[in-house]
């Protein structure tokens, strides 16, 4: 049985900083490239980041320079770090490793 649970999400003020956590469980995690999407209220759900396994990054060209995807194999764990947090980026966070989602967690940036 697959398992992605999301962890990290919370209440921060414009500026902030958050770190997103995502633990898999039922993959063989380290051959798998990891993606984090997000998504907003009355908005599609949009792509942030993909790490693949080997380590490579791709940013959405909203967060470039700002949040930073990584991994840790042996934790079998994706993280988010999420700096200089805007109002924009109020969203549900969720990770997925495809086909498979996790439940999410609500990021809210607010003053």
């Known amino acids: 049985q697959v398992q992605l649970v999301e962890s990290g999400g919370g209440l921060v003020q414009p500026g902030g900083s958050l770190r997103l956590s995502c633990a898999a469980s039922g993959i063989v995690f380290s051959i798998k490239t990891m993606r984090w999407y997000r998504q907003a209220p009355g908005k599609q759900r949009e792509w942030v980041a993909t790490?693949?396994?080997?380590?490579?990054?791709n940013y959405a060209d909203s967060v470039m320079g700002r949040f930073t995807i990584s991994r840790d194999n042996a934790v079998s764990t994706v993280y988010l770090q999420m700096n200089s947090l805007k109002p924009e980026d109020t969203a549900v966070y969720y990770c997925?490793?495809?086909?498979?989602w996790g439940q999410g967690t609500q990021v809210t940036v607010s003053s």
């Open positions: 997925g490793s495809s086909p498979y």
């Open positions: 790490i693949t396994s080997g380590g490579g990054t």
